[in-house]
């Protein structure tokens, strides 16, 4: 199946999500190359981060958090739910909003320690 | 100065020095600590809350030292890793995502119980203070 996924993106330009099963064309509409799913923003693992060259584990990539570069953008950070392995891409302006602030928002849900103190700095 | 006369005969009758039971060297009481590569400070291996400690508790730096998996200690590269955000898992628990200075490569760790919650704080809300993004997510809802 994840064979039938690349050959996909090598010939039409889609690619189905490995989540939501949504069919993703794999150019954004700016022009940029789409490696997750704007709706659930799930990804897959095609790429070794540790060596460089493509990653014979493609398993699902789970968004875990949200990063902030110098330059203000944001970055998804992907956590591959089959080898643990992280990996960092931009967001894309028709990324799901609601999940990403969800995901910008989710530790406060639940600090480890009280948040009360902090009104007073 | 004061000009030694007896400087050769006194040394053989010369006491030992006093046995010392603080050792500042190596293998000494800090043995097992590792110093900080940003802001320098000492930081003791057993942190309150975890057994794996690999950043510093008081700026959230960290070393670029296991390739693979937390532990192994077979990269060679030892660039400074920087805090680049948190995640939070299932359960709650607040991860650092940490982020290599000199290739780039990502890695999460648990947060400590002594680790500087201003600190954390600020890196949970970096999302958040910037205008641009949020603003406009927020708003799109």
Redo the contacts between chains.
């Keep these: 199946m994840s064979d039938n996924t690349t050959h996909n993106i090598l010939q039409i330009d889609t690619f189905a999500c490995a989540w939501c099963g949504l069919t993703v064309s794999a150019v954004a509409a700016d022009g940029t190359r789409r490696n997750h799913c704007p709706s659930c923003l799930h990804s897959r693992h095609v790429l070794d981060?540790?060596e460089g060259g493509p990653s014979r584990c493609h398993g699902r990539m789970s968004p875990?958090?949200?990063?902030?570069l110098r330059t203000?953008?944001?970055m998804v950070?992907h956590?591959c739910v089959r080898c643990d392995?992280?990996?960092?891409n931009p967001?894309c302006a028709d990324d799901n909003?609601?999940i990403?602030?969800r995901?910008?928002?989710?530790?406060?849900?639940?600090?480890?320690?009280p948040?009360e103190a902090?009104g007073t700095? | 100065m004061p000009r030694r006369t007896h400087a050769r005969g006194r040394g053989q009758d010369r006491r030992p020095q006093r046995h010392k039971d603080v050792l500042h060297g190596r293998g000494g009481h800090r043995a097992h600590d590792f110093r900080c590569v940003h802001c320098r400070l000492d930081v003791p291996l057993d942190a309150p809350g975890t057994a794996h400690r690999n950043h510093c508790p008081h700026c959230l730096a960290s070393l670029h030292v296991d390739r693979r998996t937390p532990g192994d200690r077979g990269s060679d590269c030892r660039g400074r890793m920087e805090a680049l955000g948190v995640s939070a898992r299932p359960d709650g628990e607040w991860m650092i995502i940490h982020q290599c200075r000199s290739c780039g490569e990502l890695s999460a760790n648990r947060i400590a119980g002594d680790d500087n919650a201003l600190a954390l704080v600020r890196l949970v809300l970096r999302p958040l203070t910037d205008t641009g993004i949020a603003r406009r997510a927020l708003l799109a809802m």
């Design positions: 981060h540790v875990i958090a949200i990063a902030v203000g953008d944001w950070v956590r392995e992280l990996t960092s967001v909003q609601l990403l602030m995901m910008a928002v989710r530790p406060l849900a639940q600090p480890p320690f948040l902090f700095l």
